[in-house]
């Protein structure tokens, strides 16, 4: 089975802290993805990769960066944490472009 | 930019009542089609998935989706729902662009979906 794990479960941090959601996978998926869901607007993709320390820009990628150094982890970086980031924050991979996404348990992320 | 409608944001059904959700997009060409579900306090899962072929796809727990191009739809169907089915669906789209590459997914809002014993 393809496991997707991601660091944290909960977290609460405070305005303009540097936030990091680290994500892990242990399929060999070439592909790793950011959303975030918010209730009322489903999930909205932040950033993906496509490779190791390539990176490519989702629909909402302002406030957001990303780093992939190795195949397996993927992670999303909030330079300076907004109340408005709030959210639920999922990671996902695939095995290529096209294939099902798998995805992993979610942070639940508050910034207070 | 594609986008991806689902009708009914809340639906409330009993025991062995049918249920059909609907959902549309607006890519108008070549795309690949999913319905993830969301049970509580779980993560996302694929219920089903269309890529090519016979447009009448199934799915885990007797759910199934019809593929209509004419309509840009793919509605998700069960014949007789259970109380374990209540949960949030996702229809989600991923469009394949002319160069061979494709993107990431694009969900609808989700539906919430509620059965009553």
């Known amino acids: 089975d393809v496991k997707v794990t991601q660091s944290s479960r909960y977290l609460v941090k405070r305005t303009g802290e540097k936030v990091f959601l680290e994500c892990v996978q242990d399929?060999?998926?070439?592909?790793m993805f950011w959303y975030r869901q918010d209730p009322g607007l489903g999930l909205r993709l932040i950033y993906f990769?496509?490779?190791?320390?390539?990176?490519e820009k989702g629909d909402i990628p302002e406030g957001y960066s990303v780093s992939r150094e190795k195949k397996e982890r993927f992670s999303l970086i909030l330079e300076s944490a907004s109340t408005n980031q709030t959210s639920m924050y999922l990671c996902?991979?695939?095995?290529?472009?096209?294939?099902?996404?798998?995805f992993g348990p979610g942070t639940r992320l508050t910034v207070l | 930019a594609q986008s991806v409608s689902q009708h009914n944001h809340h639906v409330i059904l009993s025991e062995a009542a049918s249920l059909e959700l609907g959902c549309n997009y607006s890519?108008?060409?070549?795309?690949?089609l999913f319905w993830y579900v969301q049970y509580p306090g779980q993560h996302l899962q694929l219920l089903l998935k269309?890529?090519?072929?016979?447009?009448l796809v199934k799915g885990i727990k007797g759910f199934e989706a019809e593929f209509i191009k004419s309509k840009f739809s793919f509605n998700l169907r069960k014949p007789s729902v259970q109380w374990s089915d209540t949960a949030e669906y996702f229809c989600?789209?991923?469009?394949?662009?002319?160069?061979?590459?494709?993107?990431?997914?694009?969900f609808g809002k989700g539906t919430h979906l509620i059965i009553q014993p």
């Open positions: 989600a789209v991923n469009p394949m662009y002319s160069g061979g590459g494709a993107d990431g997914l694009t």
């Open positions: 996902a991979s695939s095995l290529g472009s096209i294939n099902e996404q798998f």
């Open positions: 890519y108008g060409g070549t795309v690949n």
């Open positions: 990769s496509y490779d190791v320390k390539m990176k």
């Open positions: 399929m060999d998926h070439e592909n």
């Open positions: 269309y890529f090519s072929g016979d447009p």
